[in-house]
């Protein structure tokens, strides 16, 4: 993951939550997660996050400003395909997490795995003895990666997907792992393929030979019509077939 403030964020979600490990008499903490907030914050362990992004939303506008300013495609894939992706490179693919209480929820069940009342009560009956540090630092350690999911509520109309790679998940990572240029900085990516039809399709259509693309909506631009028509000869050669493909509606313009 390259957004800093976006892993800013989900870090202090994480460490909002972990302040509610407090005794309820004395206001003192009953776990000490120091060190693993620490280590996660001073080993940068965001940089070894990688997370393909998408959207249940096909045609909208915040996202056609932010990304396709200029025109450009929005794709649907068929499920087929990121199902088989997911079971090969053993990734996370679930929907960000935009409420905060939902984002509570989930990080006390998904990354710490424990919840206040049930160490409060450990330690009123006298069986806190497990609650070491050790032990608390290592489970938010292995995973912390799905704070990838934790995004701030002004986000929430996006709908975003997230396809989350971790090498406790992946394995060698190196095998994987490319660079590409930014606007200011290199940025690392993993080179995952997308898993073909090894046959026909499932529907059994023998027009459909590597990747089936459900539906292509053309973005805004000063030439659409030129684009629309272009993507479509560049397409069937490709597929041996046309998808869905209709130009977007939204009145966006920057030209």
């Not at 964020?9 to 008499?25: G, H, I, S």
């Not at 806190?128 to 990838?148: E, N, P, Q, V």
């Not at 039809?197 to 659409?224: K, T």
Request: aromatic share 14%; charged share 25%.
């Amino acid at each position: 993951m390259n957004d800093a403030e976006e892993w800013s964020y989900a870090v202090e979600m994480l460490t909002k939550v972990l302040k509610e490990f407090k005794d309820v008499n004395t206001d003192e903490p009953l776990l000490d997660f120091q060190d693993a907030i620490q280590d996660i914050i001073f080993f940068d362990y965001f940089q070894d996050i990688y997370s393909f992004s998408l959207s249940e939303s096909p045609d909208l506008l915040s996202q056609w400003r932010g990304y396709c300013p200029n025109g450009g495609y929005s794709f649907s894939f068929d499920d087929w395909h990121l199902d088989q992706m997911v079971a090969k490179y053993k990734l996370i693919f679930e929907p960000c997490v935009y409420e905060e209480e939902a984002q509570r929820e989930f990080i006390l069940n998904r990354i710490i795995g424990l919840r206040p009342e049930q160490v409060h009560a450990d330690y009123q009956l006298g069986n806190a003895a497990k609650y070491t540090k050790k032990a608390i630092s290592d489970k938010i350690i292995s995973s912390f990666f799905l704070l990838g999911l934790i995004k701030h509520p002004t986000f929430g109309e996006e709908r975003e997907w997230r396809m989350i790679a971790h090498q406790s998940r992946l394995g060698n990572i190196k095998e994987y792992l490319q660079f590409r240029s930014g606007h200011n900085i290199i940025i690392p990516y993993l080179n995952l393929e997308i898993p073909i039809y090894p046959g026909l399709h499932p529907d059994n259509n023998p027009n459909i030979r590597e990747l089936h693309v459900n539906e292509v909506i053309v973005g805004p631009s000063a030439q659409q019509t030129l684009a629309f028509n272009a993507f479509r000869m560049m397409l069937y050669p490709k597929l041996g077939m046309y998808p869905k493909i209709h130009k977007s509606q939204i009145p966006y313009r920057t030209w």
